[in-house]
């Protein structure tokens, strides 16, 4: 059984840092692409930042240079790392692994709240 669990998610001031862990169990965990996503209540889930299995990063624009997202595979973890927090990154944080086309998993989530 697949499980991505996330956790370390909360409530920080503007300006802050927060860093979210997501523990996955039920695969190979190296060769799978991780991901981070974020949702806020009546938009769509989007992506925050992305590792490849060759540890290759990608970041949305409004992110960059703020988060670092990381992983270990001796940990079967990924890390985001979130510098600078604004009240626009409130939203709940998504984990998500996945190997091409074959599977596509999710975590339930982890709520990040930015108070202004």
């Known amino acids: 059984q697949v499980q991505l669990v996330e956790s370390g998610g909360g409530l920080v001031q503007a300006g802050g840092s927060l860093r979210i862990s997501c523990v996955a169990s039920?695969?190979?965990?190296?060769?799978?692409?991780m991901g981070w996503y974020r949702q806020v209540p009546g938009k769509q889930r989007d992506l925050v930042a992305r590792?490849?299995?060759?540890?290759?990063?990608d970041y949305v624009d409004s992110v960059k240079g703020r988060f670092t997202i990381s992983r270990d595979n001796a940990k079967n973890t990924v890390y985001l790392q979130m510098n600078s927090l604004k009240p626009d990154d409130t939203a709940v944080y998504y984990c998500?692994?996945?190997?091409?086309?074959?599977?596509?998993?999710w975590g339930k989530g982890t709520l990040v709240t930015v108070s202004s």
């Open positions: 039920g695969i190979t965990f190296s060769v799978y692409d």
């Open positions: 998500n692994a996945r190997f091409g086309l074959r599977a596509d998993y």
């Open positions: 590792i490849t299995r060759a540890s290759n990063t």
